[in-house]
């Protein structure tokens, strides 16, 4: 009776090992947990375009550390064939930033781009200041989709143009060629 009962919770305890990604990077590979009454995984949280919120989180067996949940860290519940805690990333893309001068009151073209980051299906994503933007109505960084108002996003990398900038470009050799002919 007693070696049955040992029996079934071996056998109790080999089916309940799960799987999870375990490393510091989203290559990590998946193994089996060591703890064997861990249920759930965890790994760092990615927001959209700026990347992990805290580099120091790992991908674990077990769940989120202390109050993390939701913060810095997700969780999910795993089983002994599939790691759940996987997460893809795209390649990196780039985009130009933007800084409002406060006697112009205009913004003004930083002259670094900035480095987004996003996940694997996530198209490339850049906003910057429309043509009546103030420092109030327009608080992106530049990377992504539009969080404040007075906005406007292209989806290539590094782009940046606003339509009222093309629109210099454009008729500048058009006067050209018109002051040429006249
Ligand atoms: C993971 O990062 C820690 C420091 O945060 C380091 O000590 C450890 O070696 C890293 N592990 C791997 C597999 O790179
Ligand atoms: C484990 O989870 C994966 C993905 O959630 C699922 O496809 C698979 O059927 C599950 N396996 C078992 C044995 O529950
Ligand atoms: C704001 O623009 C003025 C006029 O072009 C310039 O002199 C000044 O240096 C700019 N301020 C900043 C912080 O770039
Ligand atoms: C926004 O710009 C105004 C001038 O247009 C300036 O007085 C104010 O301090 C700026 N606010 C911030 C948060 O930079
Ligand atoms: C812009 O990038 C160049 C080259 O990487 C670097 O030397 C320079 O310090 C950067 N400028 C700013 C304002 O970050
Ligand atoms: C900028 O965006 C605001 C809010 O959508 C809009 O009211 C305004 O007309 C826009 N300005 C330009 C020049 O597109
Ligand atoms: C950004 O906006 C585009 C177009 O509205 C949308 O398709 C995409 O899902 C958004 N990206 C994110 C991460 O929300
Ligand atoms: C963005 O603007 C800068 C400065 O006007 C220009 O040199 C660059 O070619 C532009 N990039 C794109 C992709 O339009």
């Known amino acids: ?8 919770a071996c056998l109790y305890a080999a089916d309940a090992t799960i799987k999870c990604v ?13 703890d064997a009454s861990a249920t759930k995984c965890s790994w760092p949280k990615f927001k959209e375009y700026s990347g992990f919120v805290d580099s120091t989180v790992k991908f674990a067996c077990g769940a989120c550390a202390g109050e993390t949940k939701g913060s810095t860290c997700e969780e999910c519940t795993s ?12 390649a990196d893309f780039k985009c130009h930033s933007f800084t409002y001068n406060t006697s112009t009151k205009a913004f003004v073209m930083n002259a670094n ?12 994503s850049c906003n910057k200041p429309n043509g009546t ?26 782009c940046n143009k606003s339509n009222a900038l093309r629109l210099v470009a454009l008729f500048v050799p058009v006067i050209a060629i018109l002051y040429h002919l006249f």
């Open 1 to 8: 009776m007693k070696l049955f009962i040992v029996l079934a």
């Open 22 to 34: 375990q490393g510091n990077t989203t290559s990590s590979t998946a193994s089996d947990c060591t």
């Open 79 to 90: 089983n002994s064939t599939v790691a759940c805690n996987t997460l893809e990333t795209g």
């Open 113 to 124: 781009t900035t480095t987004c980051k996003r996940l694997k299906t996530t198209t490339i």
């Open 133 to 158: 933007a103030t420092n109030l109505t327009y608080t992106d960084n530049g990377c992504g989709n539009c969080t404040s108002t007075h906005c406007e996003t292209c989806t290539t990398d590094s």
